[in-house]
């Protein structure tokens, strides 16, 4: 009984926007983050360096295997709504290619990708259920923990994006978008959120109903790529100068 009580306080609450249940794992993350890069940069030679992030990057796949393993095994599972196709999820599955073969073509695409779509993620969480649900965990891991592979990508292994990149990045975007217009009509699904906004708060809910949110989106992607891209331009433009 007193399991059952407590599932219930923990499991059956929606993750709140600012909660402690929003807040501490991204504080936790930041904290790793740059602990985790700086002893890195000071401690390890080059292959050291590409072995521990592509271990990072296995743990974080693994993580998401295992998450839909586990919804399997209960007999719920919907392809309809649990596919990882949403592209948080899609990253996590594929990021250990990424840091095992480290493709700069690759490291363009993914940066607007994962600092755009993941940040967005982080601010405003869609967490149905809360701590210590293996929902929960697995939607940290996955959101923070690919933040910190393209941090650590960037700044330990000194890949740097260019202009052109924000432009690369956002035509596979268009790629990925067309085949989940594909997928979504042929399993009546909303992977990506292209037919309906998700439930929770999003910064979807201020660019209006379908299908002008997706309209609007496309539009403000080259610019947020561009925003994303300002500090790298802006560091090059010093390192010039000086």
Known sequence: MSFIIYNAFFLFNRVVIGSKEHMLPIVFAVLFAVLFIKYAKRNLNQKQQ??????????????????????????????????PLYLCSLLGLVIPVFTYYRKYWMYEVL???????????????????????????????VHLGLL?????????????????????????LQLY?????????????????????????????????????????????IPLFLLI????YLAKNNQKKN
């Open 50 to 83: 590409n072995r521990t992030i592509h271990i990072f990057a296995c743990v974080i796949s693994l993580v998401v295997v295992g998450f839909h393993m586990h919804k399997i095994s209960l007999g719920n599972y919907n392809i309809t709504t649990d596919l």
């Open 111 to 141: 940066l607007f990708w994962i600092i755009g779509g993941t940040l967005q993620a982080v601010l405003t969480p869609d967490i149905a259920l809360g701590f210590p649900s293996f929902d929960y965990f697995r939607y940290w891991v």
């Open 148 to 172: 910190i592979v393209i941090f650590y990508v960037t700044y330990v292994l000194n890949m740097q994006p260019k202009l052109k990149s924000v432009f690369k990045s956002f035509f596979a």
């Open 177 to 221: 978008v067309i085949i989940m217009i594909a997928v979504n009509y042929m399993l009546d699904a909303n992977y990506f959120y292209l037919n309906e906004k998700p439930q929770s708060a999003s910064l979807l809910d201020y660019f209006g109903d379908w299908p002008w949110y997706i309209l609007v989106g496309q539009i403000i992607i």
């Open 229 to 232: 891209y300002l500090p790298f």
